[in-house]
């Protein structure tokens, strides 16, 4: 809702601003109404994809403590190409498409993917425009098309937790099941799958309301867990969001919490 109201206000303050530029450009000028209208249509365009590039530059980024977890050991193997960070573990039956969170740096997951791969899960973190996965909702064909396991379970924080449950939802065929922190299906999740959701008591940014009315939504399997102390955040290291409630545990403990709930998760699918 929010991001709708910021579009429209978006939208209509360019449109506006188009009108003032194109009475000034024009001043003293006997252009027709048609060009008139053109060139406040052109103004207001430009205007609309300055305050967007403008916007999506400003976002969150990763604390300097994730280069770590950029890097192999641990019996993990770390890699990047374009598309994304594979985090390839000692697992091999188990992946992860990872989408992260609006406006956030992608490798602020690194530690809870890291973390995960080491357990077994291998995954994979996308890479996406401008840091929002809507975007490129598909994202994840280049990763699931591209390796073979046996069972791909898709997963995202927050809008990108949206997305994931979408693309979930139309690919039933190659995935288990969706993975939600601090998030919550916008379509109905069909019954053939899976549905984990995590999120932290502290939460400020995540809308309670649009959470429980997501449930109807939900598959009849579905597991939840609501971590004491955990907020919105602390699923990525990319320091206090706003909006966001304060945490009362460390993003560490708050990712251990989910890696726990994830394994027991994964290992009740395959059952």
């Known amino acids: 809702m929010k991001y709708a109201v910021a579009s429209t206000l978006v939208l209509a303050l360019s449109i506006a601003a188009g009108i003032a530029l194109t009475r000034r450009i024009s001043a003293g000028k006997e252009y027709s109404p048609l060009k008139r209208i053109l060139i406040t249509a052109a103004v207001s365009m430009i205007l609309i994809a300055a305050v967007l590039f403008a916007y999506l530059e400003v ?3 990763a604390d300097g403590e994730v280069k770590e977890y950029l890097k192999s050991g641990s019996g993990v193997k770390v890699s990047e190409s374009k598309d994304a960070y594979f985090f390839d573990g000692p697992g091999s039956e188990n992946a992860v498409v990872f989408y992260p969170g609006a406006k956030v740096e992608e490798t602020s997951y690194a530690p809870l993917m890291f973390r995960l791969a080491r357990q077994g899960t ?3 973190l996308l890479k996406l425009p401008f840091r929002m996965a809507i975007f490129e909702p598909n994202a994840a064909d280049d990763v699931t098309l591209a390796y073979d396991y046996d069972h791909w379970y898709l997963m995202g924080h927050s809008l990108g937790g949206i997305v994931a449950a979408e693309y979930d939802a139309k690919n039933t065929e190659e995935t288990d ?18 549905l984990l959701s995590i999120y932290g008591t502290n939460d400020g940014c995540l809308s309670r309301n649009e959470y429980r009315e997501s449930k109807g939504l939900w598959p009849r399997n579905r597991s939840e867990l609501i971590i004491r102390g955990g907020n919105h955040a602390g699923f990525g290291y990319y320091g206090p969001q706003k909006g966001d409630g ?3 545990i460390s993003p560490y403990e708050q990712q251990s919490w989910t890696i726990d709930s994830i394994k027991k998760f994964t290992a009740s699918v395959q059952q």
């Open 122 to 124: 291998d995954c994979f």
């Open 177 to 194: 099941g969706v993975i939600l922190l601090a998030s919550y299906p916008t379509v109905p999740v069909p019954n053939s799958e899976r």
């Open 246 to 248: 304060e945490a009362e």
């Open 59 to 61: 976002y969150y980024h």
